[in-house]
């Protein structure tokens, strides 16, 4: 890692939060058709049940991710991390920041869905310790165009895997 990363809560939206919900949709529109996106609008990232945060490397933020507060579960919404500072450790920050804050809120399963596109985020959620699974939630009753690219995850957070 180079730099130092900094995880901060964010709980309205401001221009560093807008551009990097813009970047982070403008890459998730190549390749994928409309009705297969399904990140949260951003007035629905600053919602409740909904925590958000934002990553800095050395004072500029780089990176976002949230996690929503669901009956039973959590899930992982909206992480990005600017192309080019991935390789530094921001991603993993984010992701064991957004795990941490579903552990403390009493969630004992974290899910999410990603695009089949998204080699680098499919391959930090597997190293991460997530295993695929079925759809969930709202996605289990899309019509099967809709998720035809999404890969879905999950991990068990145990009370062991706490700091």
């Known amino acids: 890692m180079i730099g130092n990363v900094s995880i901060a809560r964010v709980e309205t939206p401001d221009d560093d939060v807008r551009a990097l919900i813009d970047e982070l949709d403008r890459a998730l529109t190549e390749g994928y058709e409309p009705e297969q996106h399904h990140g949260l609008a951003l007035e629905a990232i600053f919602a409740t049940g909904v925590r958000f945060f934002v990553a800095s490397l050395d004072g500029a933020p780089v990176g976002c991710g ?67 699974c079925p ?24 009370v062991a895997d706490g700091p």
């Open 66 to 132: 949230g996690v929503a507060l669901l009956d039973g579960y959590a899930e992982v919404k909206r992480m990005y991390v600017r192309e080019r500072v991935r390789g530094r450790g921001v991603a993993r920050a984010v992701l064991a920041r957004l795990e941490a804050e579903a552990r403390s809120c009493g969630a004992r399963i974290l899910r999410l869905e990603t695009g089949d596109r998204q080699h680098a985020a499919i391959r930090l959620y597997e190293r991460a310790g997530f295993a695929r």
């Open 135 to 158: 759809a969930f939630g709202p996605y289990a009753a899309m019509p099967p165009r809709a998720i035809a690219t999404s890969i879905f995850y999950e991990k068990r957070l145990d």
